[in-house]
């Protein structure tokens, strides 16, 4: 118990005294409620010190359940929930009852509401169809970017599925009808190959006025002002590879990028490292807050991943959260559920000091200005 004071203590004073924070620091979008510009000011304190564990689909499933309330496997190992509860859009687009990977968008919106509510953060990436001829977001057989954007033949066609979109996020709020802050997310790995917002498929100008038009609309157009908006990034060798496609400090709040680990432990370990350390120069260099925003290692096969491969490198760096991927199945998770062979391991990383998930986060009151 006291141990706990001592660690609510501190947490506090992070909160209060962080080193990134400045006083004109505020949000891209400059009519952000007071929710969402406390969340940013406050992720940018904590980052200085302290990183909130992320899991993808927290609430909605794990390996071998689906649909019990207050389940989560992170919670069945650890004890606690995540501190970052990541979620998917992806066809709402399309009208659909349920986003891609089946979870209700009704249900969706209550377990945002859950997570606010005990003061954990949620986070939107949207694996959208292209608004075009609606097929996956894995679709590369068109050049779809330059004909969504303003000027472009089917730029209508786009508009209609941001209407959807902000209706979804306008939709997210609290009993007593306050809108619920959360990060978005979208064009998420454009270094990639296999979106068709990717940059195989778009130049520079046309993915930033992409995201200039989805920034501008959402935020002026439809008066949303509950987002962070986050650029997140798949590989990249480079500073200036990472900096390409940025779409400039008034339209971003968070950097990241995706990152997967396979059999080569080491491999992974040296290029997280070598892009950490690119993403916590350039978050400095914009002022913006930097983030893990996906990785994992499928199936954690490896019993001491999480204190041997993964915080040696996170460790050394000042990110605001990393978050790893949905638990579908056994041949299709990312975080340990009970009797997991990492289960034990993850038990250590959910107690390195360093690390926060939502039973240390909950007292801090993330989404009030101090
Ligand atoms: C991928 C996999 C897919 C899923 C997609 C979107 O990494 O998990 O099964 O449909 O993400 O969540």
């Known amino acids: 118990m006291v141990k706990k004071v001592y660690l609510f203590i501190a947490l506090c004073s992070v909160i209060s005294s962080g080193c990134y924070a400045q006083k004109s620091d ?26 909130l564990f992320g899991h993808q689909d927290a609430l909605a499933y794990g ?9 989560s496997d992170v919670k069945s190992v650890s004890g606690a929930y995540p501190a970052v509860y990541g979620w998917d859009m992806g066809h709402i687009e399309l009208d659909s009852l349920k986003e891609l990977d089946g979870v209700p968008f009704d249900q969706l919106r209550q377990f945002v509401k859950e997570a606010y509510s005990r003061g954990g953060i949620n986070t939107f990436s949207w694996h959208t169809t292209n608004p075009i001829d609606h097929k996956s977001a894995w679709d590369t057989t068109q050049l779809i970017v330059k004909q969504i954007i303003p000027g472009g033949a089917k730029h209508e066609l786009y508009k209609a599925y941001l209407d959807k979109v902000a209706a979804f996020l306008g939709s997210l709020k609290t009993d007593d009808g306050k809108a619920i802050p959360v990060i978005f997310r979208p064009f998420h790995e454009h270094t990639g190959t296999w979106f068709w917002w990717c940059e195989n498929v778009s130049t520079v100008d046309e993915f930033k006025s992409m995201w200039h038009f989805t920034f501008d609309y959402l935020t002026k157009t439809k008066g949303l002002h509950n987002l962070l908006f986050s650029y997140s990034a798949a590989d990249f060798a480079t500073k200036e590879k990472y900096e390409e496609r940025y779409p400039g400090d008034d339209y971003v709040d968070m950097l990241g ?3 997967y680990c396979f059999e080569d432990l080491k491999g992974y370990q040296t290029k997280l490292d070598r892009q950490l350390s690119i993403l916590q120069e350039v978050a400095i260099a914009h002022n913006k807050i930097p983030a893990l925003t996906e990785t994992g290692y499928e199936r954690v096969p490896n019993s001491t991943w999480w204190t041997e491969t993964l915080m040696p490198v996170l460790a050394k760096y000042n990110m605001a959260y990393v978050l790893v991927w949905r638990n579908d199945r056994p041949a299709h998770h990312y975080a340990p559920y009970p009797g997991q062979q990492s289960a034990d391991d993850f038990k250590k990383f959910y107690a390195d000091p360093k690390i926060i998930f939502q039973d240390k986060l909950t007292p801090l009151s993330i989404y009030k200005s101090k």
């Open 257 to 259: 990028f995706d990152i």
């Open 26 to 51: 505020r949000p891209a979008d400059k009519k952000a409620n007071s929710e969402t510009k406390a969340l940013y000011i406050n992720l940018k304190k904590l980052a200085a010190k302290h990183t």
């Open 63 to 71: 390996v071998g359940w689906r649909n019990e309330e207050g389940r």
